[in-house]
């Protein structure tokens, strides 16, 4: 059985609707698929039709972001309640910390590099939650970069003139909420170092007391030796390991299955989710394989 927890759908930033990453996630040869947009779960509806049409089980989760003294952490939550009021309250005012966010860096760039607010409006679909990927391909649009790596790279980077900070919750107040809306919390790319500082082993433990359930070691971000180094953290800490490829279609190189999580630590994290696993019925089911 091969499974990818983690994907991104035009409900944030990547470049396919929901239901277009589990047709990807099926022509790939995935069994399982969890589709976790960056604090929304307004894709879930949507994937999960389209998996019980494929014939792919999907996973309801969502990417909650947060900030721990000024280090960006990413959460990936599985099978929590989207209805829970304390849990979408923080979500709602990190999206609108987002826009601000976003709206402030554009007024930046936009003298040196014309563009304008409506440019980024053309990529955002829906009610997505905008952040810098939307800046990128608006950029990429507009011909002042490549695509959007070089974007990150440079104009996008923490390190840019044009760069404004984001509120977002602290992970230890995250998880508590996560846990409280039935969901069960995993640490996305723990060791991504290229992508900035990263948080060090004592809040990794910090995290796991407060009820963190797993980290994300097999990721294209990480070293062979950040792979080794996550497994034994885990290991000592009693954290679950999962494999995933955090794909965005065509908004980023990585592809679909090109790290897995096995069967059977899907299972364990099933397990250690709420009763009901968080979601109701008509929203969060999942959808087995026929």
Not at 20 to 27: I, K, L, N
Not at 198 to 203: I, M, Q, R
Not at 214 to 241: K, M
């Amino acid at each position: 059985m091969r499974i990818d927890l983690h994907t991104h759908s035009t409900a944030s930033d990547g470049t396919e609707p929901p239901s277009g990453v589990v047709e990807s996630a099926a022509r790939a040869g995935l069994d399982v698929v969890a589709l976790t947009d960056h604090d929304t779960t307004s894709g879930w509806a949507d994937a999960l039709a389209a998996g019980e049409r494929l014939g792919v089980r999907v996973v309801p989760g969502m990417e909650v972001s947060c900030l721990l003294r000024g280090v960006s952490v990413h959460l990936l939550s599985y099978w929590h309640d989207p209805a829970d009021a304390a849990l979408e309250g923080m979500l709602d005012a990190s999206r609108t910390s987002r826009r601000t966010r976003a709206r402030r860096m554009v007024e930046r760039l936009s003298a040196d590099t014309g563009l304008h607010w409506d440019d980024v409006l053309a990529h955002v679909h829906g009610q997505a939650t905008i952040g810098r990927p939307h800046i990128a391909d608006a950029l990429v649009a507009a011909g002042v970069v490549g695509d959007r790596d070089e974007a990150f790279a440079t104009l996008l980077s923490g390190r840019s003139p044009y760069f404004v900070p984001h509120t977002a919750p602290d992970p230890l107040e995250a998880i508590a909420l996560v846990r409280a809306a039935g969901g069960v919390p995993v640490l996305a790319h723990p060791a991504a170092s290229k992508r900035g500082s990263c948080v060090g082993d004592a809040e990794v433990e910090a995290m796991a007391e407060s009820g963190l359930a797993g980290l994300e070691v097999d990721h294209r971000d990480h070293s062979d030796a950040e792979r080794r180094h996550l497994r034994d953290l885990a290991r000592s800490l009693d954290l679950l390991v999962t494999g995933s490829s955090d794909y965005h279609g065509t908004g980023k190189r990585n592809l679909l299955g090109e790290n897995t999580t096995d069967p059977e630590v899907l299972e364990q994290l099933r397990t250690r989710a709420g009763t009901g696993g968080g979601a109701p019925a008509s929203t969060g089911r999942e959808v087995r394989p026929a």
